[in-house]
């Protein structure tokens, strides 16, 4: 059995999966079937969905929805009010569960506060995603994008800060001096043991 916390007023339904050291707060509703790792942060008035997937160390802030369909892996931060779909044209007279799409948030991604992820597209590692920006496609790895629909404004590093690329593709992150290259239109951090 794992060891986690929940406050009082949550409700986790049976069937569920949820790692040692994740705290479930005020008024959330986890359920049936829900897979969420360790040390997670799920913030107050949240439903994660039937079957929905979280990863370690996930934070979820206050009054979002992770619906089914929603897969998020280790290290993603989903801000206040954001917004993710899953049917790509719903009618509330047709019932369309079987046409549910899979949207994938890749480690590290940071979807911002009042954002909204339409479904069936995948957010890239360490990605971000700009306060209330509409996200309609595919978002690559380390992208910066913003606006609505958004577009893409530049490239972070994994923590977060704006990476600036000189004339050969390579940018530091300023807070860790880790390196970056820009080849082909794609962004990869650069392992220290390789030579470029």
């Not at 959330?28 to 079937?33: D, L, P």
């Amino acid at each position: 059995m794992s060891n986690f916390f929940k406050h009082e007023s949550a409700y986790i339904d049976d069937n569920c999966s949820i790692g040692n050291g994740t705290k479930i707060w005020h008024f959330s509703h986890i359920m049936s079937g829900c897979k969420i790792g360790e040390n997670c942060n799920i913030g107050q008035n949240v439903v994660i969905s039937p079957n929905v997937i979280l990863g370690n160390n996930v934070k979820v802030q206050n009054n979002v929805s992770v619906y089914t369909g929603v897969v998020c892996e280790d290290g993603v931060f989903l801000g206040p009010s954001m917004v993710f779909t899953n049917v790509i044209n719903p009618r509330s007279f047709i019932e369309r569960k079987a046409e549910f799409r899979s949207t994938v948030i890749r480690k590290g991604a940071t979807i911002g506060a009042n954002a909204t992820i339409v479904c069936g597209n995948e957010i890239g590692q360490y990605a971000l995603v700009g306060a209330g920006s509409v996200v309609t496609k595919n978002v690559k790895p380390y992208a910066l994008v913003m606006g609505n629909p958004a577009i893409q404004k530049g490239w972070v590093s994994e923590w977060g800060h704006r990476l600036e690329f000189d004339e050969t593709g390579i940018a530091l992150c300023p807070e860790t001096n880790q390196k970056y290259l820009l080849k082909n239109g794609e962004v990869e951090k650069v392992l220290e043991t390789e030579n470029i």
